[in-house]
């Protein structure tokens, strides 16, 4: 009996124990949110929400803070490198599919996956001392020469080419982000039912109508959730950017001019803030990253989560 | 006409062998990269010696490999326990409680929440009210990253085990917890640790969380409570800096730090594919 009691004991203390462990998820998100409020509210009290995000004033010495040009930043950037990684992952994803011999398959889309495990400081680093220097180079005057003279997207391509701009962090961040596109839609299309596929090659389709009208249209769901998850990680990407984009309060002009994102300026200027005030607004910058991210990842992973139990 | 579609089809096709080609080339060109530079830069006495001062050539970066090996091990040490315990309770306790799978869903979210949030989270939770950075923050920081990590993967691990196994030591008097040891820890052992080796790879590459939290040191120290230098953080700071020694020494850390993760990463993925061949 005195045994069965002890059991009993340790069973519910392990049970509590695990039962705490795992809240502590919960209770991690919900700290993340409420310091960051808390930290932020100096800034919120003084500068209000639309006053924040409208404002593009960044001056510590006049103490005025605004968010508008490193929110921009942070989606242009991302808006870039989406459309530049979204037919890449997903042509990746089609093709270790349904065309690579399937001896293939396994090494390759190993390969695409190690692009997401190099890490983002590796990134950055071999992006200004090796990538920056052949955009000025070659890369953004070509373009110059070629795009910039269209009418409307032509002045996507002026200025000087520096190499530390816009056009560079979005070729970055898309090469990051498109593994993980590219292995979300690859296991969304592994789901498609071989039957499907089959009844279209019997009516005499090309491999190519049936990834078109019968693979993509089946895990638009997936596709969806692979490129949201894609667009949360491009959102909060750090090292990659601060070291291609430099730190310059400034809108954008075209492709080619320095511009900041929201992480960028809380890694430069985050252990630099030596007034209240100016902590605090990178802390409302950092919060507004947050429920930015959070929002997308959510809609993102519910997605995913749909195509898994169709 | 179907000759047109034929041809379409060539020529879609083709583009997609071309995506994967893209993919590719970034991969080695950047690796391929890191490789050439990394090479010239490792000497013994870039690991051995302790760095110079600024400006002066010859320095080392033991202080910094130091400080990122004491980080990650006290990471280590804080958030592998929770996260299992973690996953443990999602997977077997809470199995069947609505509320288990709203936490492993948040989890999922937090996997992929920016890591410069987390660093300046635990900026504000831990480094303003002591007033000086520690690597013990920097730390607590990447631990915060890992946890939602390992739950997850432990959670699935542990689902993978057959429920009947579990009833086998259930009708045998087992109490609950004694049938996770004996029965479920075991099964699922070599999962959880892949699981444990893919999130120190994911956090040993971590700069951001780091740069509020341990900061740096231009100094060798073992101090947890001091700030400590790592050497994602030395890659920032000397990378930007204006020193010819000082990129080189950077290109040589960046040189450790991907053939770690690379090496870590394949060896999980390795693990992975092994035991669900079996």
Known sequence: ?310 | MIKRRKIINQIALFICFLTAVWGLFWLFFILFDVVRHGLTALTPSLILNDPAPPGVSGGGLKHAILGHTLITITATLIGVPIGILGGTFLAEYGRNWAFSRIISFLADIMVSVPAIIVGAFVYALFVKPIGHFSGFAGALALAFIMIPVIVRTTENMLSLIPWTLREAAFALGAPYYKVIFQIVYRGAGMGIFTGIILAIARVTGEAAPLLFTSFNNAFTSYNLREPLASLTVTIFQYAMGPYEDWHRQAWGASFLITLFILGLTLVGRYLIKRRFKH
């Open chain 1, 1 to 310: 009996m005195a045994t069965f009691k002890r059991e009993y004991l340790f069973n519910s203390l392990f049970l509590a124990i695990t039962a705490l462990s795992s809240f502590l998820v919960i209770a991690l998100l919900l700290g993340i949110f409420l310091v960051l409020l808390k930290e932020s509210l100096p800034a919120f009290q003084r500068f209000g929400f639309l006053g924040f995000i409208l404002s593009s004033s960044w001056d510590p010495v006049k103490e005025n803070f605004g968010g508008a040009i490193p929110l921009f930043g942070t989606l242009v950037t991302s808006f870039f490198a989406l459309i530049l990684a979204i037919p890449i992952a997903l042509g990746i994803a089609i093709f270790i599919t349904e065309v690579a011999p399937k001896s293939l398959r396994e090494p390759i889309g190993m390969a695409i996956e190690l692009l997401a495990a190099i890490p983002s400081i590796i990134y950055g680093m071999w992006g200004l001392f090796t990538l920056a220097p052949i955009q000025s180079k070659y890369i953004e005057p070509f373009l110059q020469k070629t795009l910039g003279s269209l009418p409307y997207f032509g002045k996507l391509f002026s200025g000087t080419p520096l190499g530390i701009d816009i056009f560079t962090a979005s070729l970055i961040l898309s090469i990051m982000i498109i593994p993980f596109t590219a292995s979300v839609a690859r296991d969304a299309f592994q789901l498609v039912p071989p039957v499907l596929k089959e009844s279209a090659y019997g009516v005499g389709a090309t491999k190519w109508e049936v990834i078109k009208d019968v693979v993509i249209p089946y895990c638009k769901l997936g596709i969806l959730g692979g490129i949201g998850l894609s667009l949360g990680r491009a959102l909060g990407e750090t090292m990659a950017v601060a070291f291609v984009l430099g730190n310059l309060n400034q809108f954008p002009s075209s492709l080619f001019s320095a511009t900041a994102t929201v992480t960028v300026k809380l890694a430069n200027e985050f252990t630099e803030a030596d007034k209240d005030i100016h902590l605090a607004s990178l802390f409302y910058l950092a919060l507004l990253l947050f429920i930015m991210s959070f929002t997308i990842l959510a809609i993102a992973k519910y997605f995913i989560q749909r195509t898994g139990t169709k």
